[in-house]
């Protein structure tokens, strides 16, 4: 168990739906991160936060937004979604800002149909 | 691509035996980490090798780092049943990301 959760475990929804899924990081770790992971793209970055600002953005498309709160979890919002949203999202944090290892969540799996 | 590349996209090897795993990239670099992935699951941190190492053990692992020929090796002996997972090496580019390989999948038959 690396620490960190996410909620929910599976998500199915229909497309131009909206869908909000949850991370609360290690305890004393200030930084999280968003990744997706699909067949076709393999593990893309998404976006990091660290204590509350964001640090970084990957591959995000505008549809897609995050936030860390003053409690440090952090929340990965994704609207209007498409078919080929569906994938493995995975929330992954680390003590500080960069160059570290970094401790991964079980995922949410997010089915769009 | 920023990507790391890793090779062999797919090894089967029986139990007992070693397996080896390769990883290039081609920016510089501070460290190198290697993650396992079982099917569907989360990643889970292996090993960090520094920039300034060029070898480094934890158990069953040795990780290698020629950054002269920016090219990295995960090596697994004795290999069980339970080493089938996914392999990826993942390193942090000039803008703080870590970039991860697309990864080796290892089977280990009983």
């Known amino acids: 168990d690396s620490g960190v959760t996410q909620t929910p475990k599976h998500l199915i929804t229909a497309t131009g739906q909206r869908v909000t899924l949850r991370c609360s990081p290690r305890?004393?770790?200030?930084?999280v991160y968003w990744y997706q992971q699909s067949l076709d793209q393999g593990l893309q970055f998404l976006i990091q936060y660290y204590n509350g600002e964001e640090r970084a953005k990957g591959n995000i498309l505008e549809r897609f937004s995050a936030q860390q709160f003053p409690d440090l979890h952090s929340e990965l919002n994704l609207s209007s979604l498409e078919l080929g949203d569906s994938a493995l999202y995975f929330c992954?944090?680390?003590?500080?800002?960069?160059?570290?290892?970094?401790?991964f969540g079980p995922g949410t799996r997010l089915t769009v149909t | 691509s920023q990507q790391g590349e890793e090779d062999p996209q797919a090894l089967s090897i029986q139990e007992g035996e070693n397996a080896t795993m390769n990883c290039s990239y081609k920016t510089s670099i501070n460290n190198l980490q290697w993650y396992r992935q079982n099917s569907g699951r989360g990643l889970v941190h292996l090993i960090l090798i520094r920039s300034n190492e060029r070898e480094k053990h934890s158990g069953r692992l040795r990780v290698t780092l020629d950054t002269s020929k920016k090219s990295s090796s995960l090596l697994i002996t004795a290999s069980r049943a339970a080493d089938t997972a996914s392999y990826f090496c993942a390193f942090y580019n000039q803008g703080g990301k870590l970039i991860f390989g697309q990864g080796t999948e290892l089977s280990v038959k009983p």
């Open positions: 992954a944090s680390s003590p500080r800002l960069a160059h570290y290892e970094q401790y």
């Open positions: 305890s004393g770790d200030l930084s």
